[in-house]
């Protein structure tokens, strides 16, 4: 499993693509962070009166950057079937499920850092912007809560990339993955957000995207408010995702020839 993990490590680090996807990844987090506090910052022309934690603009950006991170979950798995590297790393590695899990390995741990670093840089930008005129607003950047906050954010982070681990072994497609995560983790529920029916309003909120705001406990968020369960609840429908994602690749990755 070493040597397999191993590969996948220097593989990803020998590509360009890598780069990009990460400044892309960081870039898009601070930028959206400070959009996102502008907007929070004043209601109806006045100045917030509410305090505000600085990583609360931190989470809802994230619900764009991580895009930049899925492109580059996405191509661990679909440039190797673009380009036949596949067949190089099943002869490298041929027990199939222990190539997934690598490059699953691998992936977790860059999306978390990056999710925490990222968002943290935003974090402060965030505290010091309210801070100005014209918002003024109360915000607070207090050690403990920033830092539970930074590493749920990292969660979810490397939850979605492993997710998209899966969804690329299983879909082989870059175009596929893409649009099918893309459904998933913002598509759908926006969708089904706007039919206004209760029913599928209730269902939506045990997606991806829904229970990564859960889990990351934000309360400015698409749906005008808190989430309606839990925080470990939230981190569960996640794990689910994830594990069923992983459970799609690795059956096809198994039956089908590379």
């Known amino acids: 499993m070493r040597r397999a993990i191993s590969a996948e490590w220097v593989k990803l680090w020998s590509v360009r693509s890598t780069w990009w996807c990460l400044m892309g990844a960081a870039a898009l987090m601070v930028l959206a962070s400070v959009t996102v506090a502008a907007a929070l910052g004043s209601h109806n022309g006045q100045p917030r009166t509410e305090r505000l934690a600085a990583t609360e603009p931190v989470v809802s950006a994230a619900i764009f950057a991580q895009f930049a991170l899925v492109a580059l979950a996405m191509l661990v798995v679909t440039s190797e079937y673009s380009s036949g590297g596949i067949r190089v790393a099943l002869q490298a590695t041929p027990v199939r499920g222990r190539l997934l899990a690598a490059k699953a390995l691998v992936v977790a741990p860059v999306m978390f850092v990056t999710g925490v670093v990222s968002g943290a840089v935003g974090a402060v930008?965030?505290?010091?912007?309210?801070r100005m005129?014209?918002?003024?607003?109360p915000v607070s950047l207090a050690a403990g809560e920033t830092a539970g906050d930074l590493v749920r954010l990292g969660a979810f982070c490397a939850l979605v990339g492993v997710l998209t681990v899966g969804a690329g072994a299983a879909l082989r497609s870059a175009a596929g993955t893409l649009t099918v995560v893309f459904l998933l983790m913002m598509g759908l529920p926006l969708l089904i957000m706007m039919?206004?029916?209760?029913?599928?309003?209730?269902?939506?909120?045990?997606?991806?995207m829904f229970a990564g705001l859960a889990f990351m406990e934000s309360v400015e968020n698409m749906t005008g408010g808190p989430m309606p369960y839990a925080p470990g609840e939230g981190l569960a429908w996640l794990l689910v995702w994830t594990a069923a994602a992983l459970a799609a690749g690795y059956v096809v990755l198994r039956r089908r020839d590379a």
Do not use: H, K, N, Q
């Open 125 to 130: 930008l965030t505290y010091v912007l309210l």
């Open 133 to 137: 005129e014209p918002f003024g607003v």
């Open 195 to 208: 039919t206004g029916a209760p029913a599928l309003i209730d269902a939506s909120m045990r997606l991806p």
